[in-house]
């Protein structure tokens, strides 16, 4: 089964930008890329989603090269309160049946 | 704006009782999904709907079942429940595909 990989943890520090890679290699040519952020005991909770090149909201940018293999999710200027697990999602076993892998575990320090 | 609701929020069973546990999706959204996620762990798939038909299934127990309602709501129910049964239940709900999901705030299922 097709599925994503990313970094088990990252570490960082307050005020710094916080990139976390997430590789899909499987992915379809009509998936989309989505991350979502998880804080202990709640709902994963929408940041971003992403087709192909740069896309950026109010909380974060995502990068997707050309190749769509991998997806970056920057975060700038992280605080506290952006210690949480962040996953990467892809549709790659149908629309219906959305997997979750194993996230990255972001801690910021002060 | 009306988010993904759950209940209860926490619930203690004891082994071999049921559970059920409910879901109402935002309002228009057509698709619902369960996941379980044990202690330390990343969300597990359990199953899904799409307009009130099953649409997946990934690694729900067979004692789990799961329905969705003419009102759209959902319902997981549990039987004979064992210890490793304990974790937190979400449901999700979407609209159309591609559409982010939302999630509600979760059912802490405790069985003793």
């Known amino acids: 089964l097709a599925k994503t990989t990313q970094p088990i943890s990252m570490d960082s520090y307050e005020g710094q930008e916080v990139n976390i890679t997430c590789s899909h290699n499987?992915?379809?040519?009509?998936?989309?890329i989505t991350w979502y952020q998880q804080f202990p005991s709640q709902g994963p909770r929408f940041i971003i989603q992403?087709?192909?090149t740069k896309v950026t909201n109010e909380v974060a940018s995502l990068f997707i090269p050309a190749d769509r293999k991998s997806s970056t999710l920057s975060l700038p200027r992280v605080s506290l309160s952006d210690t949480a697990v962040y996953y990467c999602?892809?549709?790659?076993?149908?629309?219906?049946?959305?997997?979750f892998g194993a996230g990255t575990r972001l801690a910021v320090h002060p | 704006a009306a988010g993904v609701i759950q209940s209860p929020r926490h619930l203690i069973k004891e082994k071999r009782e049921t559970a059920t546990l409910k879901c109402y999706p935002i309002p228009r959204h057509d698709t619902v999904y369960w996941y379980q996620q044990g202690p330390g762990q990343d969300p597990q798939f359990l199953i899904s709907?799409?307009?009130?038909?099953?649409?997946d299934k990934g690694s729900i127990p067979d004692r789990f079942s799961a329905q969705q309602f003419s009102d759209y709501h959902s319902e997981l129910n549990m039987s004979s429940l064992e210890l490793g049964d304990s974790a937190l239940y979400f449901c999700?709900?979407?609209?159309?595909?591609?559409?982010?999901?939302?999630f509600g705030n979760g059912t802490r299922l405790t069985v003793t």
């Open positions: 999700a709900s979407n609209r159309g595909r591609d559409s982010p999901l939302h």
């Open positions: 999602l892809v549709a790659t076993d149908g629309y219906n049946k959305l997997i």
């Open positions: 992403g087709y192909k």
């Open positions: 709907f799409y307009e009130k038909m099953q649409s």
């Open positions: 499987n992915i379809a040519t009509n998936d989309y």
